[in-house]
């Protein structure tokens, strides 16, 4: 059935909002100073791999990010179409710029100065937030981050539960990532196992809320 002009703008309002909740709690993560994302570990063992190839000024850890994100959604185009939509490019082009202005409202309180048991509940706030807010955008069927793509695909092509295909890919990246190069930290696998089973949970909760939203909206 085809949407309305109303109720696809409804959409992507909706997956911007998730977007910016699950970026601030990328922001928690990032602040607490205790390792990368899974899939950005594998972003930093790609980079540093290429690195180690070539002495050019084009290279940079931001530019490899896009480079996989865009290899990702050109692979999805190819084995189905139907799971890029306008939201995954929007998710791509406008995270970092969230997280930069998310840095610099709340860098200073320091958080790299937190004991370490502060840290790890930071950490974990921030992963909670961002399996929220991940769960709002992929829920709004609007589209999807390019690197939350491949689980989504993955659970509705095996039909498997989001959860543990989640976790799956995030062991997956982390791993490869560590291969390559990348580096790690405690929170890069509290981030591995706690955001799926989050999301799982949150997945059918902002299911009904959205499409009660969406109903109200329409009617």
Same mark, same amino acid.
């Given at each position: 059935?085809?949407?309305?002009?109303?109720?696809?703008?409804? #959409?992507?309002?909706?997956? *911007?909002? =998730?977007?910016?909740?699950?970026?601030?709690?990328?922001?928690?993560?990032?602040?607490?100073?205790?390792?990368?994302?899974?899939?950005?570990?594998?972003?930093?063992?790609?980079? #540093?791999?290429?690195?180690?190839?070539?002495?050019?000024?084009?290279?940079?850890? =931001? #530019?490899?990010?896009?480079?996989?994100? *865009?290899?990702?959604?050109?692979?999805?185009?190819?084995? $189905?179409?139907?799971?890029?939509?306008? =939201?995954?490019?929007?998710?791509?082009?406008?995270?970092?710029?969230?997280?930069?202005?998310?840095?610099?409202?709340?860098?200073?309180?320091?958080?790299?100065?937190?004991?370490?048991? &502060?840290?790890?509940?930071?950490?974990?706030?921030?992963?909670?937030?961002?399996?929220?807010?991940?769960?709002?955008?992929? &829920?709004?069927?609007?589209?999807?981050?390019?690197?939350?793509?491949?689980?989504?695909?993955?659970?509705?092509?095996?039909?498997?539960?989001?959860?543990?295909? #989640?976790?799956?890919? $995030?062991?997956?990246?982390?791993?490869?990532?560590?291969?390559?190069?990348?580096?790690?930290?405690?929170?890069?696998?509290?981030?591995?196992?706690?955001?799926?089973?989050?999301?799982?949970?949150?997945?059918?909760?902002?299911?009904?809320?959205?499409?009660?939203?969406?109903?109200? &909206?329409?009617?």
């Amino acid at each position: 059935m085809k949407r309305s002009i109303k109720e696809t703008l409804a #959409r992507v309002v909706i997956l *911007f909002i =998730g977007l910016t909740i699950a970026h601030l709690g990328v922001t928690f993560f990032l602040l607490a100073d205790l390792g990368a994302d899974p899939f950005n570990v594998l972003v930093q063992g790609v980079f #540093r791999t290429l690195l180690a190839f070539t002495a050019s000024p084009l290279l940079t850890h =931001g #530019r490899t990010h896009i480079a996989i994100c *865009f290899l990702i959604i050109l692979v999805l185009l190819i084995i $189905d179409r139907s799971y890029i939509k306008i =939201g995954t490019l929007l998710c791509m082009i406008c995270g970092g710029p969230i997280i930069d202005v998310f840095t610099s409202l709340l860098g200073g309180f320091h958080f790299e100065n937190f004991p370490l048991p &502060q840290k790890i509940l930071l950490l974990t706030l921030g992963c909670c937030i961002l399996a929220y807010g991940m769960t709002i955008v992929i &829920q709004s069927d609007a589209g999807t981050g390019p690197n939350d793509l491949v689980a989504v695909v993955i659970s509705d092509k095996t039909h498997k539960k989001f959860n543990i295909v #989640r976790v799956c890919t $995030d062991v997956s990246f982390v791993l490869i990532g560590f291969l390559l190069g990348g580096s790690f930290g405690i929170g890069t696998i509290i981030c591995a196992f706690v955001v799926g089973p989050i999301a799982g949970f949150f997945l059918p909760i902002n299911k009904k809320l959205i499409n009660k939203l969406l109903l109200s &909206q329409n009617s």
